[in-house]
């Protein structure tokens, strides 16, 4: 079946703009998970969606970064007047359910600020 | 909150041979511990998972171990092959609380045909 996609595969923007990641997270999965990997380094956990409610919006670096869910399937990233060390690879991950359970990631959208 | 550390951070193996990876956590809580490959340009792909209630889970070439009492957990690839050649991650998360996986900082597995 379907994994997880997202888009756009590549985003740059200039320092100081808006932008909206999308993440389309596999049919039926209620768990979602956004994660940010910058070059070179692991995985760092932002936001962490169970149907349309984020219990844990901890690892959200700044009040800059935002994200919603809506009908419990696509989630969107907001990150408003980028700044240069946004730029990394942002993950999107997804699950059947909250705990322990497999979390399958989609290709990331790799964004450059200039 | 929980840290896993993992080592090497580069390991560079001759076709056939074995390769092990090895991860470390902190947080006695945690009960799931799976195993990323992360190959160039892509999103990380799951190989391999272990639950806390079992200490060793097999599948083919690619074998995971746990040991809860020191709180470690190990990747164990035989037979290598030059498509095994990638970066891997270990993970670790609780059931209880933040439900995201803490990761490992990743090694970089290159297989010499």
Known sequence: GAGVSQSPSNKVTEKGKDVELRCDPISGHTALYWYRQSLGQGLEFLIYFQGNSAPDKSGLPSDRFSAERTGGSVSTLTIQRTQQEDSAVYLCASSFKSGPYEQYFGPGTRLTVT | ?113
């Open chain 2, 1 to 113: 909150g929980e840290n896993v550390e993992q080592h090497p951070s580069t390991l560079s193996v001759q076709e056939g041979d074995s390769a092990v990876i090895k991860c470390t956590y902190s947080d006695s809580a945690s009960n799931y511990f799976p195993w990323y490959k992360q190959e160039l340009g892509k999103g990380p792909q799951l190989i391999i998972d272990i639950r806390s209630n079992v200490g060793e889970k097999k599948d083919q070439r690619i074998a995971v171990t746990l040991n809860k009492t020191a709180k470690h957990f190990s990747l164990h690839i035989t037979e290598t092959q030059p498509e095994d050649s990638a970066v891997y991650f270990c993970a670790a998360t609780p059931d209880t609380g933040r439900r995201a996986l803490t990761f490992g900082s990743g090694t970089r597995l290159q297989v010499q045909p």
